[in-house]
């Protein structure tokens, strides 16, 4: 006997038939599991027509018995015929027609254990309208219902069960509650009912056990038959291979046809194994003939780059479009002098139909046929190449600025006598005459010079302390009202500027002559790409950033306030585009139209203020800068205006000023002097822990950058360690960096930058000394107390 069950036997009884099926549910499991789908699914349709009729055999032995409730209980015949005729029929009409729809299929067993319990409920409605004794014989309709729902409507065995136990229940529980029955009559009826209801479980429990048997046997016997039919097919094959060869051969020929069925078969597998791998790789992958240069393989993300026929094409072709051979093809450079692989070839090159960068690498390989075929491997490094270039303009530009902040500093050092000295002989110049006008002259060029150092230092990111709360509008809107901007407007007459400045913008930090200054530059570069007219808009919003921009360079996430400034000018070359924030590279003549400073200005501003730019522009229709500034929530605070001489001028107090540039300390001395202080100047950090360990001074006026021994903190750090509470302020020509916050934490006043300007120094150093006294006052009047 065949034990094995997935073999048939014609012989074989049900019950030596091993099926894996779940005792409560009967649904297949384990092995069998795949079959309970295509059990339902046939199941369905050949119950399907039986369901249908089902249903009108329910409504018409349903409808006929109404005519047994007008003959017995005429005085009952609304309660039962509403029962009948509205309720329960129309019900089985309904669900007649809804079984010709395809939503039919999904619910057909749950609406089979929904009439079981309609028809039920049906008759125990009916057996609580009616009056006993009579009632007891229209139970015997419940029992009609029940057993028509585990035998005839071919409802699961878990679909019936669950619905017979709920009439079941519904008919004890109406016996009990809503008829006045004995309790031994509840007891018959419900141990007959129980019964009854469990042989209905055991026939329905059989009749699906059988059907899922003769389901699993009816699935074996196809699945032979297919087995059958390919046997023969391959057997009708092998005949007729047979009779076209020749007898003696014939055993050889079979082992060969066998090897070679295995070794396509192997040949496949390792083929679709190449496959899979090659189609996980995010890399171009192909493989093309290198004589005909056609591609034979292609990887998944190859065919999703270039289409998915691209298999059968020519490479140059397929991947870039043209008729002929490509001039650089390196297939050649591939094979040896023997026409055999070489060594391997590696790139770079730019694929100019989709505009990315690929880092190409190529082999010859001897294909499954023997011949030469090239193996190509691109790598899309798009991202690399823009990285690499947006280091390299961050490198230039940190160069550059290194060696321009270097001989700003100089500069600075310089300037101080052609801004300072002027100043101080002009106070004694009188109102009208030629020598009060030279010196006017001397002092605008040394401020013009001095303006130009400022662009150098914001070129070196040396000169822009972002302390102060700025609102963007106002800063548009002064530079529109500014001279500078009459006079751009009269050299420029056909340039119109619009503006579009939202008034709900957030406020920024930074510095509002810096600002100033970029939106100049922008403009006056706008102005300049207009030669024959055109409009400038200005227009600022708040922008969310929630992922980051790939622009002119990568802005991140966060939230800005961005001034756009647009014109519609002549554009500005790709080539240039990369360029234009390069210090001194400019196209128009230099000296002529600028220093060749001002974009590269721009982008120190930008960078000190923590910011982004992004630059787009057409040849021919304009250009747009983008400026992305990071917002800040606090408020502007009010503008202090210019104090007059007097209320900063000295009390003969004593300041020591350390600087290491001679004409640094006279340029201050006499200042200083001129406003009514007491004067000495020490050369180096060393000299002044000196003097001031020899005599006191109300105040110091410390360089930050003294040479050779030690810098203006240290300085400090050694006068406070034998003398706490010095007062002091800080000078220097750079922005006020980490060392000068650090000596301002120890006490120190305000910071002052270079040049030298007489109400700049007054202020700070009369501010220092009011609040000191201020303090000192305070707690004196406290300790009287």
């Keep these: 006997m065949n034990d094995n069950p997935n073999e048939v036997s014609v012989a074989i009884p049900y019950s030596r038939l091993r099926v894996s099926l779940n005792p409560l549910t009967l649904a297949f499991t384990g092995s069998h599991k795949s079959l309970e789908q295509p059990f339902r699914e046939a199941y369905f349709d050949n119950s399907l027509d039986h369901l249908r009729r089902c249903k009108l055999y329910a409504t018409l032995f349903f409808g006929i018995f109404g005519i047994l409730d007008a003959l017995v209980f005429p005085e009952l015949i609304r309660p039962l015929w509403f029962i009948r005729y509205a309720l329960v029929c129309p019900i089985f009409l309904i669900g007649l027609v809804f079984s010709y729809t395809a939503a039919y299929r999904r619910v057909w067993q749950a609406l089979n254990a929904f009439y079981i319990m309609l ?391 930074g510095s509002g002559l810096h600002l100033e200054k970029t939106v100049m530059n922008l403009v006056t570069n706008a102005a300049e790409a207009m030669p024959e007219g055109g409009k400038i808009t200005l227009t600022t919003c708040d922008r969310h950033v929630d992922r980051p921009i790939q622009g002119f360079e990568t802005i991140p996430e966060g939230e800005y306030v961005v001034l756009t400034v647009a014109d519609t000018g002549t554009g500005i070359p790709e080539s240039d585009l990369e360029r234009i924030f390069e210090p001194f590279y400019t196209n128009k003549q230099m000296g002529r139209s600028g220093t060749g400073l001002g974009m590269a200005v721009v982008w120190g501003t930008m960078k000190d203020h923590g910011g982004y730019i992004d630059a787009r522009s057409t040849r021919g229709r304009g250009t747009e800068f983008d400026l992305y500034f990071p917002i800040t929530r606090q408020d502007v605070t009010p503008e202090t205006e210019a104090r007059p001489m007097e209320s900063y001028r000295g009390r003969g107090e004593l300041v020591l000023i350390v600087d290491d540039i001679k004409e640094q300390r006279d340029l201050a001395a006499f200042m200083l002097k001129r406003l009514g202080y007491r004067v000495e100047t020490v050369s180096s950090g060393r000299e002044a822990v000196d003097f001031a360990k020899r005599q006191s001074v109300d105040i110091l006026v410390l360089d930050m950058i003294l040479e050779p021994d030690m810098d203006g903190l240290e300085t400090y750090r050694q006068i406070l360690a034998f003398s706490p509470g010095q007062k002091a302020i800080i000078a220097s020509g750079f922005s006020e960096s980490e060392r000068v916050q650090e000596a301002r934490e120890l006490g120190a006043g305000a910071y002052i930058k270079k040049p030298y300007r007489m109400e700049q120094i007054g202020s700070a150093l009369r501010q220092q000394l009011d609040e000191n006294s201020n303090d000192e006052s305070r707690t004196g009047d406290s300790d009287d107390n």
Excluded at 232 to 258: C, G, W
Excluded at 271 to 285: A, F, G, K, P
């Design 119 to 509: 028809t039920g409920f049906a008759y125990v409605a009916m057996v609580v309208i009616i009056p006993p004794p009579e009632s007891y014989f229209y139970g015997v309709g419940t029992i009609f219902c029940i057993f028509f729902g585990y035998t005839f409507i071919h409802a699961r065995f878990i679909t019936a069960t669950v619905a017979g136990l709920l009439v079941l229940a519904g008919y004890q529980a109406a016996m009990f509650l809503l008829m006045e029955t004995t309790g031994s009559v509840q007891l018959i009826f419900g141990a007959h009912f129980l019964g009854i209801n469990l042989l209905g479980m055991l026939i329905c429990y059989s009749i699906e056990t059988q059907e899922r048997k003769s389901f699993f046997l009816t699935t074996l016997l196809e699945k032979e038959k297919r087995k059958t039919e390919a046997a023969n097919r391959n057997l009708e094959k092998r005949v007729e291979e047979r009779t076209a060869a020749l007898q003696r051969i014939n055993r050889d020929l079979y082992k060969e046809v066998q090897e070679r069925k295995q070794a396509e078969q192997r040949v496949r597998s390792s083929h679709s194994q190449l496959e899979s791998v090659m189609d996980s790789i995010d890399n171009h992958i192909y493989v093309s003939d290198i004589d005909t240069r056609v591609i034979l393989m292609a990887n998944r993300h190859m065919k999703k780059t270039y289409g998915e026929d691209i298999v059968g094409k020519k490479c140059h072709d397929a991947i870039y479009r043209r008729d002929t051979i490509c001039s650089e093809c390196r297939n050649r450079q591939l094979l040896d002098k023997n026409d055999q692989p070489a060594e391997s070839c590696t790139w770079e090159e730019k694929n100019p139909i989709n505009d990315r960068w690929y880092l190409n690498y190529a082999r010859a390989i001897v294909w499954e046929d023997r011949r030469i075929v090239q193996l190509r491997v691109a790598t899309d490094i798009t991202a690399m190449k823009e990285m690499e270039s947006r280091l390299q303009r961050a490198q230039k530009m940190e160069a550059i600025g290194t060696l321009a902040g270097g001989v700003a500093h100089d500069l600075n050092n310089i300037l101080s006598g052609l801004v300072g000295y002027p100043e101080l002989l002009l106070m004694d110049a009188p109102e009208k005459g030629e020598a009060r006008l030279l010196l006017e002259t001397i002092k605008k060029s040394g401020e013009k010079a001095a303006a130009i150092v400022q662009d150098l230092l914001t070129l070196a990111r040396r000169g822009v302390a972002v302390s102060k709360v700025i609102d963007l509008n106002r800063v548009v809107q002064d530079y529109l009202t500014s001279p500078e901007m009459a006079n751009l407007q009269s050299i420029h007459p056909k340039v119109a500027i619009q503006t579009n400045l939202s008034a709900r913008a957030f406020n920024i930090m």
